[in-house]
């Protein structure tokens, strides 16, 4: 029987290492993070960002978020700050994403940063990828692997689903542990929070000791759009359901176990939430119910960043 996944490849030495020559000829692959998986291709070509906005129908107005495995390979692109080095020194590498200023001599296409003087990097704690980014010359653009506004992969048969055999190495590193994306925090000027996410804006706040800014800005990083993080079936917040063929969604102890109930964490635990997330709607939409409803989620910590996914799913 022919082997419909063989381009999902199990993490070794050796694939490591196709997968390095790959990225070089200016390919895109699909490769695991903390977060989510990842669309990855060499953010110093033109022609590899632009095969990633072709792959994800993306719109050329998001930027990407170019990642990184040390300090020394982003000090040439972006123009790092006093901030940038204590959120660095306390949550990376880690789910933290820093929007900088572009760097004069930087080799990042234009395009990847969606033309702006900004950059969105991130180093990323997962072995697997920082495996690629130690072999390479360049960084790694990469946004979720997913069709632009649907929902990110949190696993490498979920970047399968969508793309099938458009891409020819996807390295499978099992689920995702966090399981929604990375924290975007703006460093360009007074601190901001451009896109909720594990790490909270108390926890930014904390370590800089400063107020967060609260004016709307630009669209500097992904994850801004109004329509995102989409199932393909209708996402209603707040409410029961009253049929059968209706999903819900829910949070905590209390609930039944009912066939059409979907608990995100019977423990309450918000961390085991936001990691069930997309999962969950993914298994509702194969299911085929025709919409799912959403049980009241704590807006607090990383339920803050679950109800910014789950608003944004239901524009």
């Given at each position: 029987?022919?082997?419909?996944?063989?381009?999902?490849h199990?993490?070794?030495?050796?694939?490591?290492?196709?997968t390095?020559?790959?990225?070089?000829?200016?390919?895109?692959?699909?490769?695991?993070?903390?977060?989510?998986?990842?669309?990855?291709?060499?953010?110093?070509?033109?022609?590899?960002?632009?095969?990633?906005?072709?792959?994800?129908?993306r719109?050329?107005?998001?930027?990407?978020?170019?990642?990184?495995?040390?300090?020394?390979?982003?000090?040439?692109?972006?123009?790092?700050?006093?901030k940038?080095?204590?959120?660095?020194?306390?949550?990376?590498?880690?789910?933290?994403?820093?929007?900088?200023?572009?760097?004069?001599?930087?080799?990042?296409?234009?395009?990847?940063?969606?033309?702006?003087?900004?950059?969105?990097?991130?180093?990323?704690n997962?072995?697997?990828?920082?495996?690629?980014?130690?072999?390479?010359?360049?960084?790694?653009?990469?946004?979720?692997?997913?069709?632009?506004?649907?929902?990110?992969?949190?696993?490498?048969?979920?970047?399968?689903?969508?793309?099938?055999?458009?891409?020819?190495?996807?390295?499978?590193?099992?689920?995702?542990?966090?399981?929604?994306?990375?924290?975007?925090?703006?460093?360009?000027?007074?601190?901001?929070?451009?896109?909720?996410?594990?790490?909270?804006?108390?926890?930014?706040?904390?370590?800089?000791?400063?107020?967060?800014?609260?004016?709307?800005?630009?669209?500097?990083?992904?994850?801004l759009?109004?329509?995102?993080?989409?199932?393909?079936?209708?996402?209603?917040?707040?409410?029961?359901?009253?049929?059968?063929?209706?999903?819900?969604?829910?949070?905590?102890?209390?609930?039944?176990?009912?066939?059409?109930?979907?608990?995100?964490?019977?423990?309450a635990?918000?961390k085991?939430?936001?990691?069930?997330?997309?999962?969950?709607?993914?298994?509702?939409?194969?299911?085929g119910?025709?919409?799912?409803f959403?049980?009241?989620?704590?807006?607090?910590?990383?339920?803050?960043?679950?109800?910014?996914?789950?608003?944004?799913?239901?524009?």
């Amino acid at each position: 029987m022919k082997n419909i996944y063989s381009n999902i490849h199990s993490f070794n030495k050796k694939v490591i290492k196709k997968t390095v020559l790959f990225l070089k000829q200016g390919n895109i692959i699909g490769l695991p993070t903390e977060t989510v998986y990842g669309l990855a291709g060499n953010a110093y070509s033109k022609k590899a960002v632009k095969k990633i906005f072709k792959l994800k129908k993306r719109p050329n107005r998001n930027p990407l978020i170019i990642h990184y495995d040390k300090i020394k390979k982003a000090n040439q692109d972006v123009i790092l700050n006093k901030k940038f080095f204590k959120l660095y020194k306390n949550f990376c590498p880690g789910p933290l994403t820093f929007v900088l200023k572009k760097n004069k001599f930087s080799k990042i296409a234009s395009s990847a940063t969606a033309n702006l003087n900004t950059v969105a990097i991130r180093f990323p704690n997962n072995r697997v990828i920082r495996a690629v980014l130690k072999q390479l010359p360049f960084p790694l653009a990469m946004p979720s692997a997913n069709i632009s506004s649907t929902l990110s992969p949190v696993n490498a048969f979920d970047v399968f689903d969508d793309f099938k055999k458009k891409i020819k190495i996807i390295i499978n590193d099992g689920s995702s542990k966090i399981g929604i994306e990375s924290t975007v925090v703006d460093l360009t000027g007074k601190p901001k929070i451009l896109r909720p996410g594990i790490i909270s804006s108390s926890d930014i706040r904390n370590c800089l000791k400063v107020n967060l800014s609260r004016k709307k800005s630009k669209l500097k990083s992904p994850g801004l759009l109004k329509k995102h993080y989409s199932p393909g079936i209708p996402v209603i917040i707040g409410k029961k359901p009253k049929k059968l063929e209706h999903a819900y969604i829910v949070f905590g102890k209390k609930f039944k176990n009912l066939s059409n109930y979907f608990n995100l964490s019977k423990k309450a635990d918000l961390k085991e939430a936001a990691a069930n997330l997309y999962k969950t709607m993914r298994k509702i939409k194969k299911k085929g119910f025709k919409k799912i409803f959403v049980a009241k989620i704590p807006n607090l910590g990383p339920g803050i960043a679950i109800n910014d996914r789950l608003k944004r799913a239901s524009r």
